[in-house]
């Protein structure tokens, strides 16, 4: 696709629901990374993939927290139980190859808003 | 001590002056370091990255890097209304296995 695209755009979920949000990097991008932004705060990251290994989970807030990528492309965030700490924008981003030391852009998506009730 | 850290503002600038932003970072062995520009409600977008000591120039925009004092800074010359945003500054740590960002520096330009 033209750029990075997630969904749902929001998400509005009862305390102790279990949620799933979506990214689709850029197509080829073999870097994909996800981010939490609570509001009025910076970018908290919490996880990358190169292709569709995860090598370091330890961003992850919690156990609750998990996330896949399949065929080097799509990539879901699932949050299991949900509290109300949650809430926050988690944003998907991409990149041709993993940042640490290439030239590269970092492209975010528009961000998925998750309201825990 | 935070891994990356800004002075949140807000830093308010008169239009056409140089608007200056700082980020320190604790990793001595940071190699990589970006500056996002997010405008309010938006997602964050690249505008500059550097990795070498020194200045780095892209337009009004320019980037200096002293890694001695781990400090790294953002001018933008010939402020305009429309770099109104969130600065957030971005470092890759010696682990170079997620990039750490700071909590941004609100700019606000005056006409």
């Known amino acids: 696709g033209a750029g990075v695209s997630q969904s749902p755009s929001n998400k509005v979920t009862e305390k102790g629901k279990d949620v799933e949000l979506r990214c689709d990097p850029i197509?080829?991008?073999?870097?994909l990374y996800w981010y939490r932004q609570s509001l009025g705060q910076g970018l908290e990251f919490l996880i990358y993939?190169?292709?569709?290994?995860?090598?370091?989970k330890s961003g992850l807030p919690s156990d609750r927290f998990s996330a896949e990528r399949t065929g080097g492309s799509v990539s879901t965030l699932t949050i299991q139980r949900t509290q109300q700490e949650d809430s926050a924008v988690y944003l998907c981003?991409?990149?041709?190859?993993?940042?640490?030391?290439?030239?590269?852009?970092?492209?975010f998506g528009p961000g998925t808003r998750l309201t825990v009730l | 001590q935070k891994e990356v850290e800004q002075n949140s503002g807000p830093l308010s600038v008169p239009e056409g002056a140089i608007a200056s932003l700082n980020c320190t970072y604790s990793?001595?062995?940071?190699?990589?370091f970006f500056w996002y520009r997010q405008y309010s409600g938006k997602s964050p977008e690249l505008i500059m990255f550097?990795?070498?000591?020194g200045d780095k120039e892209d337009g009004r925009f320019t980037a200096q890097l002293n890694k001695a004092s781990q400090y790294v800074s953002l001018l933008i010359r010939d402020s305009q209304p429309s770099d109104s945003a969130t600065y957030l500054c971005?470092?890759?740590?010696?682990?170079?296995?997620?990039?750490?960002f700071g909590s941004g520096t609100r700019l606000s330009i005056r006409p």
């Open positions: 197509s080829g991008h073999t870097a």
């Open positions: 993939f190169q292709g569709n290994s995860a090598p370091d």
């Open positions: 981003a991409s990149s041709a190859y993993l940042l640490a030391g290439a030239s590269d852009t970092q492209y």
């Open positions: 550097i990795y070498s000591n």
């Open positions: 990793d001595r062995g940071s190699q990589s």
């Open positions: 971005a470092v890759i740590g010696s682990s170079a296995s997620k990039i750490i």
